[in-house]
């Protein structure tokens, strides 16, 4: 039982669906790394959007990025190119990739004068770190065999991707501007914190549950590692 939303099923059924599009990347010439690169740079461009305040593109970039960046991995593995270094190239460009998208996103919150929704980007983009971490540290110590880690917990990264992507999409639709009130406020120990209004409500929420469905899956990672550890030791 790992408690994820993405069972390792429907992983494989969607690596094998990746396989054709990724190969036909590599008849233009393309390398699994290059694919890495251009996925991180994806990502770039959605952090620019964010900034920008144009959520609904950013939206859009990071769905396209997360997508993108299965044909790294899959066309690898077709053409027999998996090497220690693609993994290690993969996984940091993703966390990198993801770290810059948020970095946008708290960026365009500021420039709204959302620091509500600045506040949750800055939380949403620590606890996504911190389940990559448990993954990475947990299987360097050999709690987990292989990637199977990934499988652990509520959010893995295609669970926050998807979050974030509908999100951003509803406040780029629905937009931030509301033409008969203005953005409410409250004070907070002396501090004006901006509350969600309009479309902004929308990625007040995803921020919101992507932040404690990390938690949570850093949670389960963490507990895994104990059980793994405890039994090691009673055998």
Same mark, same amino acid.
């Given at each position: 039982?790992?408690?994820? @939303? ?14 054709? !599009?990724? +190969? ?15 996925? @991180? ?13 144009? =959520? ?14 299965? @044909? ?9 190119? !998996?090497?220690?270094? &693609? ?8 966390? =990198? ?10 960026? &365009?919150?500021?420039?709204?004068? @959302? ?36 499988? #652990? ?21 629905? &937009?931030?501007? %509301? ?7 409250? %004070? ?8 969600? =209004?309009?479309?902004?409500?929308? +990625? ?5 549950? #992507?932040?404690? +469905?990390?938690?949570?899956?850093? #949670? ?14 009673? &055998?």
């Amino acid at each position: 039982m790992t408690g994820s @939303f993405v069972s390792p099923e429907i992983r494989a059924r969607v690596r094998g669906l990746m396989e054709p !599009v990724a +190969l036909g990347f590599g008849r233009l010439g393309l390398t699994p790394n290059e694919l890495t690169v251009i996925g @991180f740079f994806i990502a770039c461009v959605a952090a620019v959007a964010a900034g920008a305040q144009a =959520w609904l593109a950013a939206g859009l970039l990071v769905v396209f990025g997360g997508v993108f960046d299965l @044909f790294d991995g899959a066309l690898a593995r077709a053409t027999g190119k !998996v090497s220690k270094l &693609g993994a290690f190239m993969d996984s940091t460009f993703d966390r =990198w990739g993801e770290g810059v998208v948020y970095v946008g996103i708290v960026g &365009g919150c500021l420039t709204s004068d @959302f620091s509500l929704g600045a506040f949750l980007g800055t939380a949403a983009m620590a606890s996504a770190f911190m389940v990559s971490y448990t993954r990475a540290k947990a299987e360097s110590l050999g709690f987990t065999a292989g990637a199977g880690m990934a499988n #652990i917990g509520l959010a893995p990264r295609e669970v926050r991707i998807a979050i974030l992507t509908l999100g951003l999409v509803l406040t780029g639709i629905q &937009g931030t501007a %509301n033409p008969f009130l203005e953005l409410r406020t409250v %004070n907070l120990a002396g501090i004006q914190v901006a509350l969600p =209004w309009a479309g902004e409500i929308w +990625l007040f929420w995803a921020l919101a549950l #992507i932040a404690i +469905l990390a938690t949570v899956t850093t #949670i389960q990672r963490i507990v895994h590692a104990i059980n793994q550890a405890s039994r090691q030791e009673q &055998g």
